[in-house]
């Protein structure tokens, strides 16, 4: 098998079919794994920084799997208890969000558990018409009520890249069916104190060139040589190569760039949104309380995590955000920052800092997106499809492109069975 695309996908598609028995290459242009989940050594921070911090539930299974299989598991912090920690910067309240145990939210009924000023009863409606939403609805439509400007919106947002107003309502509740519905165990946020590629990337790249695969990195494949219906052979920048008659190739890219293989393969009709992360070098490490990482309300920035003496701001559905200049969003995010009590003995101006703009990073998740979501299959016969960007359920997530990749590798057994194996 030939996985084209080391990032999240093309990783687990790779392990998967490690695992099924193949023999396995993966095919990069970039010089590291990794794709949307990678680290790096920043220069003028000279810190290791994420290109962006991902928030990843218990409810994120395959994920799980990916990760107890490569070892990378050891390098994740599992917030025990549940809870989500929120500062509305309108009027300074603080709160927090603690699901409990088991499929009954009795944790609803406890006012120091849910939002301040909503009720039990705004838990259920709201949940009542999220689950009897119509294909065309929004999350706004579907949410609007007590719980939404200081729950449903900053969840949804985060979740679906994508404003409220006009993200999918259900799509947006496969995911609350998934972790908030089935009770706190399926709700724990997962840390990464080392960073992504310690736990994700290097242990997978790792695992995969123990057990026999070959990574090629900065070896891009430019295009595809078919014959009868098939995929005949791969043109990479190392050269030619041919596939087996048993053979399968894997296109685990993004949504924007696998046309470049294939103009047959672009997708059409997805329109993308932005994420943005601005990354601060503070004068002092802050240690935030648990969870970790703290949700603000009614501002420009959107989520804070600090690892050390370092501050990560994540902005979602960021197109408007991500024009301004490096600076400029700087200070529009560090003004957010010190309305926060825990850093707000650092004023102005803002610390050194590293803006990152992921200017595609998601589909825009709006009613009817989901139809036009390729599944794996191609009108190739032997040429699947992985990424998150495909039909996998969820929206465009580390655990949609894992659970796009284990798809792909489970695929190509079917065409494996119809062809023989692969000399």
């Not at 009924?109 to 018409?129: E, K, N």
């Amino acid at each position: 098998m030939h996985v084209i695309g080391a990032g999240m996908a093309g990783l687990a598609c790779a392990v998967e079919a490690v695992r099924d028995g193949w023999a396995v290459t993966v095919h990069d242009s970039a010089p590291r794994a990794g794709g949307r989940c990678r680290s790096y050594h920043d220069p003028a921070l000279d810190r290791v920084l994420d290109n962006g911090s991902h928030l990843m539930l218990s409810a994120n299974t395959e994920t799980r799997r990916l990760l107890e299989t490569t070892g990378g598991w050891s390098r994740v912090v599992e917030v025990t208890p549940a809870v989500f920690a929120f500062h509305d910067l309108r009027d300074g309240t603080a709160f927090s969000v603690r699901p409990n145990a088991g499929p009954l939210p009795w944790w609803i009924f406890t006012a120091g558990r849910r939002a301040p000023g909503s009720t039990a009863m705004d838990h259920l409606s709201a949940l009542w018409r999220l689950f009897r939403a119509s294909a065309g609805a929004s999350v706004a439509d579907a949410l609007a009520g007590p719980l939404y400007d200081r729950v449903w919106y900053p969840i949804a947002e985060a979740v679906m890249n994508t404003a409220p107003a006009e993200a999918c309502a259900t799509s947006f509740r496969a995911v609350i069916r998934d972790s908030l519905l089935r009770g706190e165990p399926a709700c724990r946020p997962w840390l990464f104190p080392e960073g992504l590629d310690a736990a994700l990337v290097a242990p997978t790249v790792a695992w995969l060139e123990a057990h026999g695969a070959e990574v090629r990195l900065t070896d891009p494949v430019k295009g595809l040589e078919t014959k009868d219906g098939r995929i005949a052979a791969l043109r990479t920048r190392s050269g030619p190569v041919a596939l087996a008659p048993g053979d399968v190739a894997v296109s685990a890219l993004p949504a924007f760039t696998v046309g470049r293989l294939l103009p047959d393969l672009a997708p059409d009709g997805l329109e993308t949104r932005a994420i943005l992360n601005a990354h601060f070098r503070l004068p002092a490490p802050v240690n935030l309380p648990p969870p970790g990482f703290l949700g603000l309300i009614g501002g420009q920035a959107h989520w804070l995590f600090v690892r050390g003496d370092v501050l990560s701001v994540t902005v979602s559905a960021a197109d408007a955000l991500a024009a301004h200049t490096d600076d400029e969003v700087a200070a529009r995010l560090w003004a957010d920052v010190v309305r926060v009590p825990a850093f707000s003995h650092f004023g102005n101006p803002p610390p050194p800092s590293r803006v990152v703009r992921e200017r595609r990073a998601t589909l825009a998740h709006t009613p009817g997106i989901d139809t036009r979501r390729p599944g794996p299959r191609t009108g190739l016969g032997n040429l699947l499809l992985a990424g998150d960007w495909t039909a996998t359920g969820y929206p465009c997530t580390v655990e949609g492109a894992v659970r796009s990749g284990v798809t792909a590798a489970r695929t190509a057994r079917t065409i494996a069975a119809l062809h023989g194996p692969v000399e």
